[in-house]
């Protein structure tokens, strides 16, 4: 006899992974602006944007536009980073390593608005913490310590008007948090129109010496974690 036959597939529903608002491979420092000649993109160290043997008392930075403004309560940011060298020289070694701000200037000592990722090293002892400034006051989260020539998985957050989180991972997924990590921290409210992604500029002594890189940024605007 003659009939219809229904045949049923069982397999695996599809996922949705949602897509960065912005995103860089450092492959090419097309779009970037490189001030001075000692923090680069895809130069320094190929395929990375990295610090070279830059002095702590540096302003030395490479910027480029998000092609948006960022959210005033909610984003993520993601990047990989490993630090190879923190040399103290008369004071701590300190610089900004990946910063959220409002134009294109030095992150610390200028008046912009800024989100960043900072890292410190004193006594020998290297901590990664975040930092915010409204372009007048300062706030600043606990310290996360970390190896030197150790990969790193980063996420820095802004979870609301007024909080911040910080988040150091051993693996590529971010479901390992190393000893520390995360740090959430208050910050002001008045943080707002975030434009461009800020890699460079120290903060420490002169004869203070720091390499690190930073690979694979990603940043989701209006979300606190990514898909």
Request: glycine share 12%; net charge negative.
């Amino acid at each position: 006899a003659s009939g219809t036959t229904t045949c049923f597939i069982k397999g695996t529903p599809a996922t949705w992974t949602m897509e960065p608002t912005f995103a860089d491979d450092f492959t090419s420092n097309t779009g970037w602006t490189q001030t001075g000649t000692t923090v680069t993109v895809n130069s320094g160290i190929a395929g990375k944007a990295a610090y070279v043997s830059s002095s702590g008392a540096s302003t030395d930075r490479v910027s480029k536009g998000l092609g948006i403004t960022l959210s005033d309560s909610l984003w993520c940011a993601d990047f990989d980073f490993q630090a190879t060298t923190m040399t103290a020289g008369g004071d701590d070694a300190q610089g900004a390593v990946f910063s959220l701000c409002s134009t294109t200037g030095t992150p610390r000592s200028g008046t912009q608005d800024n989100i960043m990722m900072f890292i410190y090293n004193s006594g020998g002892t290297t901590s990664l913490l975040s930092y915010a400034r409204d372009g007048t006051s300062t706030s600043v989260s606990s310290g996360i310590i970390i190896s030197l020539s150790t990969q790193y998985y980063c996420r820095l957050q802004r979870t609301s008007a007024t909080g911040a989180r910080l988040s150091v991972f051993s693996d590529a997924d971010r479901t390992i948090p190393i000893s520390g990590s995360p740090v959430n921290y208050t910050i002001p409210s008045t943080i707002n129109t975030l434009t461009t992604l800020v890699i460079g500029s120290g903060a420490g002594a002169g004869s203070s010496t720091i390499s690190l890189d930073i690979d694979n940024a990603k940043i989701y605007d209006g979300v606190t974690t990514p898909n």
